[in-house]
């Protein structure tokens, strides 16, 4: 047993004892079934603190012929599989950390030596007569003599791979050097039997020279059959919340919404568990990721991002084409690289089958509204500031002043192109920001004989707030608005609210450039 060579288990079952355990032993399944296939090159990107380095020990726990890890997996998912006890411990297992070697040579080459040099160290502790085979400073020569030697193959494990790109983000000959060493050591050698890496971003192009094209990537933007392990599902979130007496619906407002094809939505795990330990919801994952990092990207504010930033702080999703991304922290040519960026760091969720992009919960819209005030988007920070004297003037049931702070929200974002509903909608949205903390907000919620444009539901613990349908005209009249809701039947929607519920009507007269309010008590 090394420390890079067949590690103990101990970092796997530091995990297990710890007071919250989600199992997402499922996933060796997954690395089973491609173990020494064409598939058998993995790599796994996620956000910071998303259980990357958490899963990695696991498999290091379940691979490594130097442990004895039965009675750790014996309970879990994987238990169970027809695979289980054939792969259990029954391979050399090499567990890297490229961030711990990085920090401590600040130089590719340095880093490939060191790198080189431990692996060797543990080698010949069991395997002392290979001394011949792995002096020669070429690691993958090293790796088949120890392939030979104990006629075993290797699972190699590499977590925080993409640390060279992210911090050395413009010395484009270091990260030609690594990915060449990473093809080096693992494309086309019988002696691998999987490999798995970790990291924040996919695998780094660089036109025709794709040194790691052999991997198959799982990342934000995608994640495959492995998606319900990037974090935790909505089941597994309501078990927790069954045991500790949280309440899921704040729950899921504040760290769920990641959407991926074929699984349940997934909550940020980091921030979860959390909430859940220390029995109170705030920006956990930011305290780890700071909104430093998205206000560098929101500065730069390339043509279009600023009203995208306006739509998704409204509640909105906005098309969004990935495919220009080139995998890195510095190569942008337009706004959309900037998202697909955010995305992959987790500050924005992205929807594969309509290719939207999104705001995915209440912990990242107040990253998204601190970096903006950074920013120095004071006509947005304006709007939103007004926010909370325009809802008790709603509550107040003052049509002229919600007409008037309305207005107002317009004139400070008329970056937006305001020529229909849609527009309007995304106005009143922003205009009503700091609702969030009151209300559950439904765009287009059905209701009676349609859709209701906006419909606010108290939360749980502000049953004391009214309920409000809000519906929007363009150049009609807002008592026009007032009578669709009631002939349409809107107020069905609400009916578990009805001694305490607001009618609203709003329209904007293109002539007058104005926009005016009824408010009925239902």
């Not at 974002?413 to 969030?436: G, Q």
Request: glycine letters at 4%; proline letters at 3%; aromatic letters at 12%.
């Amino acid at each position: 047993m090394g420390y890079y060579l067949n590690p103990s288990n101990k970092g796997f079952l530091r995990s297990l004892r710890s007071e919250i355990y989600v199992d997402k032993s499922g996933i060796i399944s997954y690395t089973n079934k491609v173990l020494d296939t064409n598939q058998k090159y993995v790599c796994v990107s996620r956000p910071r603190r998303f259980g990357k380095t958490i899963t990695a020990e696991m498999l290091a726990a379940y691979y490594s012929r130097s442990c004895d890890s039965y009675n750790m997996f014996q309970n879990l998912k994987i238990a169970n599989d027809p695979g289980f006890n054939d792969h259990l411990n029954k391979y050399n297992v090499i567990f890297v950390n490229m961030q711990m070697f990085l920090s401590g040579s600040h130089n590719i080459d340095k880093m490939i030596v060191d790198i080189f040099e431990s692996i060797v160290e543990d080698i010949l502790k069991v395997q002392p007569g290979l001394y011949q085979y792995t002096s020669k400073g070429r690691c993958a020569d090293a790796m088949q003599a120890l392939y030979e030697a104990s006629d075993t193959p290797i699972v190699f494990i590499i977590d925080e791979w993409d640390c060279i790109f992210r911090e050395f983000t413009t010395d484009k000959a270091s990260q030609r050097i690594y990915l060449d060493f990473l093809r080096n050591l693992l494309k086309d050698r019988d002696y691998v039997a999987l490999a798995y890496m970790t990291g924040i971003l996919p695998i780094k192009k660089y036109g025709t020279h794709s040194a790691l094209n052999m991997f198959d990537e799982f990342s934000m933007t995608d994640p495959g059959p492995l998606a319900e392990y990037v974090g935790f599902t909505c089941n597994e979130v309501q078990e927790l919340c069954d045991r500790y007496k949280t309440d899921y619906e704040e729950m899921a407002e504040w760290y769920d919404g990641y959407r991926f094809p074929d699984t349940e939505n997934v909550y940020n795990p980091k921030s979860a568990v959390s909430a859940l330990l220390f029995k109170r919801f705030s920006n956990y994952w930011s305290r780890t990721e700071t909104y430093e990092a998205l206000g560098i990207y929101i500065k730069m504010n390339f043509d279009g991002l600023k009203d995208v930033i306006v739509k998704l702080l409204a509640g909105e999703e906005n098309d969004l084409d990935i495919t220009s991304f080139t995998n890195d922290m510095v190569t942008f040519e337009s706004y959309e690289d900037v998202l697909t960026l955010l995305v992959h760091l987790g500050y924005l969720g992205y929807c594969l089958e309509t290719h939207k992009v999104f705001i995915p919960n209440r912990e990242i819209a107040n990253e998204f509204m601190t970096a903006v005030r950074a920013a120095g988007w004071n006509e947005i920070t304006a709007a939103l500031k007004a926010s909370d004297d325009l809802l008790k003037s709603t509550w107040l049931e003052d049509a002229e002043s919600v007409a008037r702070a309305i207005e107002k929200a317009h004139n400070e974002i008329s970056i937006l192109k305001y020529n229909d509903e849609n527009s309007l909608a995304c106005v009143i949205s922003l205009a009503y920001y700091n609702a969030r903390q009151y209300y559950s907000i439904i765009r287009e919620m059905p209701a009676g004989k349609g859709f209701a444009d906006l419909v606010f539901l108290p939360k749980k613990n502000h049953m004391d707030k009214p309920a409000m349908i809000i519906e929007l005209k363009w150049d009609k009249s807002a008592a026009g608005a007032i009578k669709q809701i009631e002939s349409r039947q809107y107020p069905e929607a609400i009916k578990d609210y009805r001694e305490n519920a607001l009618l609203i009507g709003i329209n904007y007269n293109i002539d007058l450039k104005r926009h005016e309010c009824v408010i009925k008590r239902l």
